[in-house]
């Protein structure tokens, strides 16, 4: 499966060689990464990325932006927020998700919460369930009933023929 990183940055520089890092350190290497940033002169131009200027703060137009430049063999989409990082074998592990199941549309992955000093924040998540599968038949109750305690992107990733949907 080919798999494609859509990174979004808006005005938050702090964390994103962190946050690119953990993307290039994956044990399965991503096939594309997209960046869309207010300011890409900021960001370390030795990344073979594709970079959209977006200097708004409309995180569905930056999305739309994003889907667009992907590459047509792309399969599951993956997206990361400047201020997030992902674990070392992310892709490695969420693809193997997709390759088993085709029926599942999109995956919510486990998370942990941190302050800027490292300080465990993960009290809201014992609301959530470990697993949640999301099919076509589901994927509106679920959004419905989870929204909030799912709504971090950078725990998302996608088949990309369900978004071309």
């Keep these: 499966m080919k798999s494609a990183i859509i990174i979004t940055v808006y005005k938050r520089y702090k964390y994103i060689d962190e946050a690119l890092n953990s993307v ?3 044990t399965v290497k991503p ?14 131009n030795s990344i073979n ?4 200027e ?13 889907i667009k430049a992907l590459r047509d063999d792309i399969d599951i989409i993956y997206f990361l927020e400047d201020d997030d990082m992902f674990h070392k074998n ?6 193997k998700i997709f390759e088993k199941r085709r029926d599942i549309v999109t995956v919510h992955n486990s998370r942990k919460l941190v ?5 465990d924040l993960n009290y809201e998540l014992d609301k959530i369930p470990f697993e949640i ?3 076509k038949d589901n994927i ?23 978004l071309e949907n």
């Design 24 to 26: 290039l350190s994956q």
């Design 31 to 44: 096939d594309q990464i997209i960046i869309v940033a207010d300011n890409p002169k900021i960001l370390n």
């Design 49 to 52: 990325a594709t970079v959209i």
């Design 54 to 66: 977006a200097d708004y703060p409309q995180l569905g137009k930056k999305m739309f932006e994003a």
């Design 90 to 95: 992310k892709i490695e592990y969420i693809n």
């Design 115 to 119: 302050d800027e000093n490292g300080i």
């Design 133 to 135: 599968e999301i099919r």
């Design 140 to 162: 509106v109750q679920i959004i419905r009933e989870n929204y909030f305690l799912l709504s971090n992107n950078s725990s998302l990733s996608i088949r990309k023929d369900t």
